[in-house]
């Protein structure tokens, strides 16, 4: 293998990377506030912590400890709200793909370079969300929760991604808006993106700490960073190369 070698797979997480879902988040968990006689509360702390997924937002809304004995029933009643604000087709302000991601898939299959999609999220949200921007049947591989017995920041969701589009990790890159989609990444021996355009909240700290190969500010900054390296990889560019997964 040469220095310069073609790019087999380029792969996404779903909230905050692809998709800008945090709309039907912050009218779930004011429905849970209103629920519990509570103000609503600001939008873009809702935002931020998107990506630490939907326990972590009933915490947050209603200052009850991730550990409290009652989180997980609080969490339920959310994701009742969130179910049912996403099969909603004629909701106001649905999740949607962020500006450029049309644009950079139709530049990924030009060069037949496959991508899918890695996220925390599970099946059921997923597929519902992918359906509804047609991408669902168009991802060479979707990989959730429920496909692993690990998730990121473990690797292996990442690894069977690769597996399931025939591709080589090492010539592959993987996108994501937390330090934890970085690390997986990494681990999986994979080029790193930061989308520090998503969901990137006070406690996630500096996204320059994360050592990602590179930072974009938007989507069309990854094409544009994918096109100046003329849709290749430096295998000289990697931070870490593939590690083991036990």
Not at 37 to 61: F, H, T, W
Not at 230 to 235: E, T
Request: overall charge neutral; aromatic content about 8%; glycine content about 6%.
């Amino acid at each position: 293998m040469g220095n310069d070698s073609r790019i087999d797979g380029v792969f996404f997480d779903l909230d905050g990377t692809l998709m800008d879902t945090a709309s039907d988040f912050v009218f779930a968990v004011n429905q849970l506030l209103n629920d519990h006689r509570l103000p609503a509360i600001n939008e873009q702390l809702i935002r931020d912590n998107v990506s630490s997924g939907s326990k972590k937002l009933a915490s947050i809304a209603l200052n009850m400890a991730i550990d409290h004995p009652d989180i997980q029933k609080k969490n339920q009643q959310l994701l009742q709200y969130y179910t049912a604000r996403i099969n909603n087709h004629n909701r106001a302000m649905p999740a949607t793909l962020y500006s450029g991601v049309t644009a950079l898939i139709q530049s990924l299959e030009r060069h037949n370079i496959q991508w899918g999609i890695v996220t925390n999220k599970p099946e059921v949200y997923t597929k519902v969300l992918l359906k509804q921007v047609n991408l669902f049947t168009r991802s060479g591989s979707i990989v959730c929760p429920d496909h692993v017995s690990k998730s990121k920041p473990d690797p292996r969701g990442l690894l069977l991604a690769c597996k399931q589009t025939n591709c080589r990790p090492e010539n592959s890159i993987y996108i994501g808006d937390h330090q934890r989609d970085i690390e997986a990444g990494k681990r999986a021996g994979m080029l790193t993106i930061a989308a520090i355009y998503g969901y990137i909240g006070d406690d996630d700290g500096d996204p320059a700490d994360w050592q990602a190969d590179f930072q974009a500010s938007s989507v069309g900054a990854i094409e544009q960073w994918l096109a100046q390296h003329n849709w290749k990889i430096k295998q000289s560019s990697f931070i870490n190369k593939a590690a083991s997964v036990d």
